[in-house]
């Protein structure tokens, strides 16, 4: 049995079956949504899911001619896709509590993957979807301009957030922690960090859902309203916190360490290039 959970824990449901495979996605929709650097989705036998509660909040936002994305209208955690009537549930990873047992065997849309991103396993890759699943061809998000030049830009998935920040961030890091699993529905959260008045919204602000987890001092996550996709925060005073996967350019800098660890998806594979932590650095 397989539990799983949004952030804010409104929305649950149940995997009570083997799941069938896993795979990770590197496409720009997932890094969008996501706010990560991919995501990764467990495929299971629509009798074995269940959702537990929430069902009736779910957003749904169609991302593609084929493609819909489903999430928490409280937290913005991207949660599975169980289509009334289809051959297969689509299990976000990043929402489940235990050990599915399997791991993953691929990377689809490694083609895209993002520049700041480096894959450390050695599964297979494929650029797109593997040609023997019959998938239709993948859809690459616009790259959305920065206004202001040398400016770094990022944006949500259906574009009615964007803004910009001076360059290059004060740092990026890569977050294990269960809290940003759940938040990001993924594998870790990847996170770049620069100061509050390098930071410019620059459309979409007011449709900007800023969720601060209550049992926590700072932990706390924000997304577009629309389509659910991670967008800055402002973490403490003077400091923004920019979900990677939202960057629209290169940012210049890659995750310099990997925090709480000790935490981390046993599904996970591990950039060891970089220093890790178990949880916060000394």
């Given amino acids: 049995m397989l539990t799983g959970a949004c952030l804010c824990g409104d929305v649950t449901f149940e995997v009570d079956g083997d799941l069938i495979e896993i795979a990770h996605c590197h496409c720009s929709v997932c890094r969008k949504f996501h706010g990560s650097a991919y995501a990764t989705f467990g495929a299971v036998d629509p009798k074995f899911f269940r959702w537990t509660r929430g069902a009736d909040q779910i957003v749904h936002y169609q991302s593609s001619p084929h493609g819909v994305r489903h999430f928490c209208p409280r937290c913005g955690s991207g949660v599975p896709a169980n289509p009334e009537g289809g051959s297969v549930s689509l299990v976000t990873m990043g929402s489940v509590a235990e050990d599915p047992g399997i791991r993953p065997t691929l990377h689809i849309f490694a083609g895209s993957k993002a520049p700041w991103h480096t894959i450390v396993d050695d599964l297979a890759q494929h650029d797109e979807y593997p040609p023997e699943w019959g998938a239709p061809p993948g859809i690459e998000q616009p790259v959305r301009e920065a206004q202001t030049h040398g400016a770094i830009p990022g944006s949500c998935l259906c574009g009615a957030v964007t803004y910009e920040f ?66 800055p925060r402002l973490r403490d005073p003077g400091g923004m916190q920019i979900p990677a996967g939202s960057l629209d350019a290169d940012p210049g800098v890659k995750p310099a360490v990997n925090i709480f660890v000790g935490s981390r998806a046993p599904w996970s594979a591990l950039d060891e290039s970089v220093p890790c932590f178990a949880e916060y650095p000394r």
């Fill in 166 to 231: 001076d360059g290059p961030p004060d740092r990026m890091v890569n977050c294990h922690c269960s809290r940003c699993r759940h938040q990001t529905s993924a594998a870790y959260g990847t996170f770049v960090f620069a100061a509050e008045d390098a930071f410019r919204w620059l459309g979409g602000r007011d449709a900007v859902v800023d969720y601060k987890m209550p049992e926590a001092d700072i932990k706390g996550t924000a997304f577009c309203r629309h389509c659910g996709s991670l967008v």
